[in-house]
């Protein structure tokens, strides 16, 4: 006698189905708090890479629209206040210029 239960390959190419959908639906949504915490990161590695080549770099940050250059000391040659929603209120990271200081507030 058949039993009414789902099988295992059923159920597996459920799971799967579903596992695609959420990925598909988390891919578009942005984590703006995320891009406060890792373009310090982002940032630090850029000018380094400068420095150790020796070599001028540039990097976009879509995100907040913004673009970071550095020539070969690592001097960054645009300062700018970067603006991060975060929830009701707004965190900010000041780019200094010269050396590239990060302030964040």
Known sequence: MRSKGYLMTEMLLCVFALSILMSLCLHGIRFNENVYYTFPDRYLRL?????????????????IGYEMHFNGSGNVNLAKELHFPFGDHV??????????????R
């Open 91 to 104: 965190k900010k990271i000041i780019v200094e210029l010269g050396g590239g200081r990060l302030v964040f």
């Open 47 to 63: 000018q380094s890479e400068s420095m150790l080549t020796a070599q001028f770099r540039d990097e976009s940050v879509p995100e």
